[in-house]
Structures are given as C-alpha cells and as structure tokens.
C-alpha cells in the first residue's frame, strides 16, 4: 500500500515554544489530508482537513492560530503547533487520500508530543 | 455534522469465538464507510470499506455490510484469532462532507 511519513516520531519541548510536525506522502500524490489528535483510550479526533493550496477547514473548537496547517504540495503538509502548553501533549496522526470519498487514507506512524 | 457511533469496549474473546462490533452512522445523503484496524504500535490501516448502500466490505475473515435503513456498518467475524487483538476503529466519509471522521473505536484481545 501507499507510505505516508510522519516526523518526528516524538518530540519534547519546553511550555511557550513551536513545534512543526511533517505528513509526507511518499509514493503518491495525495489530494487531501487530515490532521488527528489521538486520546487516550484510542479515541480520533479530527482537528482539521487540507487540500493542496488551500486553507485548512478546521473542526469545531479547534484552535486555527494555535494548530496551523500548511498543505504546501500534494506531498507534504505540516502541522505546527504554536506556544505549545502541557495541555497539547497528545498524539497526533495524519493521513492522506488520493480522490474522493470513496477511496482509502493512509495514515502516518503518529507523532508523540510531550510538552513541558 | 456527520458522526459516528460505535461500540465501546474493551473486549475480550477466546480464540475462535464469534466477533460483532456494533457501528451506526449519521450523516446526509450517501456516505462511505469503512472499518480501519490500528495493530500494537502500528499506524492505521483499512480492513474494509463500502461505498454503497447493501455493499458487503470483507478482508482477513471481516466482513460488514452497509445498512441505509438501520444507518449501521457492523463488523463481525466467525473465528477470531489472537492476531487479530487491536483497536478497531468505523469511520465515514461524504454524506455532504469530504470530512473522515471516525468513532471512538474500541480495543479487543483475543486470548489463546
């Protein structure tokens, strides 16, 4: 199946700074990627939808100037997550889909984020 | 906005027991849906999909079929293996929105 790279895998930073987190497809070009946050006890919830070139539609509550989403290419799209606080920490997971609805996402290995 | 609903677990089986979790959907017009599987320490990966209302969705043993009229996508399988412990996860897309949303997915270890 088709690779998405998610990087870093994990990171730790300090309360007040930014941490940018890369979604790449490696084998395709996706037309659409998603952005997760991972709870604990599994649960997925979407922040925010990007399609090449433009902006992002962002979820209810979620915050657009703190998580800031950038699909610059049908390969890569960026998550940054500004004046990071420990209420951020979370795991967070991308995925990329060629085409419509009806086709499959592939998601990213997930990005630990540990804000201290 | 489009959502979904599906059994909460954890759940736990014997090796070939019989599997079912529940998945109900809401959402306008005519949505995909899919089953994805997150494996321990591993990134999500479908097991099925269908795109149509009666479409039947099956791989590795797991089928599940879309239900317009009862808005559900049950996955079940016969005989359950201890390979098969993960985080099963249902999940929609279209029905008006380009949006994949997932429910909250729910756990199952499968003991020998």
């Known amino acids: 199946g088709a690779v998405v790279s998610q990087h870093p895998s994990w990171v730790i930073c300090k309360s007040g700074t930014s941490v940018k987190i890369e979604c790449r497809s490696l084998?395709?070009?996706?037309?659409?990627m998603f952005w997760y946050r991972q709870f604990p006890k599994q649960s997925l919830m979407l922040m925010a939808t990007s399609n090449e070139g433009s902006k992002a539609t962002y979820e209810q509550g979620v915050e657009k100037d703190k998580f800031l989403i950038n699909h610059a290419s049908l390969t890569l799209s960026t998550l940054t997550v500004t004046s990071a606080h420990p209420e951020d920490s979370s795991f967070y997971i991308c995925?990329?889909?060629?085409?419509?609805?009806?086709?499959?996402?592939?998601f990213g290995q997930g990005t630990r984020l540990t804000v201290v | 906005g489009n959502s979904v609903t599906q059994m909460e677990g954890p759940v736990t089986l014997s090796e070939e027991a019989f599997l079912t979790i529940n998945c109900t959907y809401t959402?306008?017009?005519?949505?995909?849906l899919f089953w994805y599987v997150q494996y321990p320490g591993e990134g999500l990966q479908l097991l099925l999909k269908?795109?149509?209302?009666?479409d039947k969705g099956s791989n590795k043993g797991f089928e599940a079929t879309y239900r317009k009229e009862t808005t559900s996508f049950h996955l079940e399988k016969g005989s359950v293996q201890v390979s098969d412990s993960a985080v099963y996860f249902c999940a929609l897309s279209g029905g008006g929105s380009e949006k994949l949303v997932f429910g909250k997915g729910t756990k199952l270890t499968v003991n020998p």
């Open positions: 084998d395709f070009q996706a037309t659409t």
């Open positions: 269908a795109t149509k209302a009666d």
């Open positions: 995925s990329a889909r060629v085409g419509s609805k009806d086709t499959e996402a592939f």
């Open positions: 959402a306008t017009g005519y949505p995909s």
